[in-house]
């Protein structure tokens, strides 16, 4: 599969379906993924999983996992670790640094992981609990090459 340059990691190659529902299935009751799709038209992959929480005839939700490499990625990083800074025109209490998770990492706007590993960033977004996200960074970072 033809990957933009700055990507060079397939995100969906960082998880499977069995265990974004297993992530999520804490948070939500039960969580069935229904779609696993890529979308490589932009500088960055993005996975998106589809799933309902509570088996098919519950609620609809998707969440994405990029990984991408390079400035454009590192800058949005920097952007993230501003956010954490009290003084910084940016800053937002809602942001927090999370320890022992890749290199650095930081949950944002109440909805974002974002984790720095391998000269790399890690997104999950959208998430509504910040552990479900920290499950699925855990097992995708053993991932990354």
């Not at 033809?2 to 265990?19: G, S």
């Not at 993005?46 to 990984?67: I, L, N, P």
């Not at 977004?125 to 970072?141: E, N, Q, S, V, W």
């Amino acid at each position: 599969m033809d990957l933009p340059y700055q990507a060079q990691v397939n995100p969906c190659d960082l998880l499977t379906k069995k265990e974004v529902e297993n992530a999520l299935s804490g948070d939500f009751g039960s969580v069935t993924v229904v779609d696993v799709e890529i979308e490589k038209d932009q500088p960055r992959c993005v996975c998106w999983y589809s799933y309902y929480e509570g088996g098919k005839a519950g609620r609809h939700h998707s969440v994405g996992v990029y990984y991408s490499r390079g400035k454009k990625a590192l800058e949005m990083l920097e952007w993230v670790k501003e956010r954490t800074r009290k003084g910084s025109t940016i800053y937002d209490q809602e942001t927090e640094s999370i320890s022992s998770l890749g290199d650095e990492a930081y949950w944002t706007g109440g909805n974002r992981l974002v984790v720095r590993v391998k000269n790399g960033v890690r997104e999950i977004y959208p998430l509504t609990f910040k552990g479900a996200g920290i499950k699925m960074a855990k097992i995708a970072i053993q991932r990354i090459k």
